[in-house]
T-cell receptor, first 112, second 116 residues
Framework: TQLLEQSPQFLSIQEGENLTVYCNSS?????LQWYRQEPGEGPVLLVT?????EVKKLKRLTFQFGDARKDSSLHITAAQPGDTGLYLC????????????FGQGTRLTINP | NAGVTQTPKFRVLKTGQSMTLLCAQD?????MYWYRQDPGMGLRLIHY???????AKGEVPDGYNVSRLKKQNFLLGLESAAPSQTSVYFC???????????????FGPGTRLTVL
């Protein structure tokens, strides 16, 4: 059983469409991160959210941390083929523990 | 700076063989981690280290050992490889955060290991 459940696990959409990826848990996290991974490479950090209800924007990507700090979402506006990749959420259960728990990932494909 | 490097990139082992995966970072990070990535499972923490000479178990430590003799290196050993250890292994490092705020982990490119 995954502590962090991501949905959907696979998503294939057309260029220009909007999409949302969800990361849910029954546990409270002190912080939550989103990483993006391309084939043959390691994950790269996109954002860290630490406050319940926090919203961060990175160009066309919007990240939100749930009010209760149990869930997060990633919304992409006007998706582009360059957004294709594996998106991973990762949370820190105890502040300062310096350990992350990862979700299983969402494999996103944007078709031209 | 090279960041986080991993050696080797690919390896095929027979059941029962042993091997060591090497991770090196040049960012003077305190914390280092070993993960394995399997389809549909995300990244699972094997072992980690909060400083030179210290190691701790993660979520899936069985069948693996680690050592951190130097701050910049973190070694992952498989004493007797099993087919269930076929996976992609990632090393990561991070620096200690100010005020306990979690800081980003920097990942290596991975090692693809197949155990026959």
């Amino acid at each position: 059983t995954q502590l962090l459940e991501q949905s959907p696990q696979f998503l294939s959409i057309q260029e220009g469409e909007n999409l949302t990826v969800y990361c849910n848990s029954s546990s409270v996290f002190s912080s939550l991160q989103w990483y993006r991974q391309e084939p043959g490479e390691g994950p790269v950090l996109l954002v860290t959210v630490v406050t319940g209800g926090e919203v961060k924007k990175l160009k066309r990507l919007t990240f939100q941390f749930g009010d209760a700090r149990k869930d997060s979402s990633l919304h992409i506006t006007a998706a582009q083929p360059g957004d294709t990749g594996l998106y991973l959420c990762a949370g820190e259960l105890v502040r300062g523990a310096q350990k992350l728990v990862f979700g299983q990932g969402t494999r996103l494909t944007i078709n031209p | 700076n090279a960041g986080v490097t991993q050696t080797p990139k690919f390896r095929v082992l027979k059941t029962g063989q042993s091997m060591t995966l090497l991770c090196a970072q040049d960012m003077n990070h305190e914390y280092m981690y070993w993960y394995r990535q399997d389809p549909g499972m995300g990244l699972r923490l094997i072992h980690y280290s909060v400083g030179e000479g210290t190691t701790a178990k993660g979520e899936v430590p069985d069948g693996y050992n680690v050592s951190r003799l130097k701050k910049q290196n973190f070694l992952l050993g498989l004493e007797s490889a099993a087919p269930s250890q076929t996976s992609v292994y990632f090393c990561a490092s991070s620096y200690s955060g100010v005020g306990g705020i979690y800081n980003e982990q920097f990942f290596g490119p991975g090692t693809r290991l197949t155990v026959l």
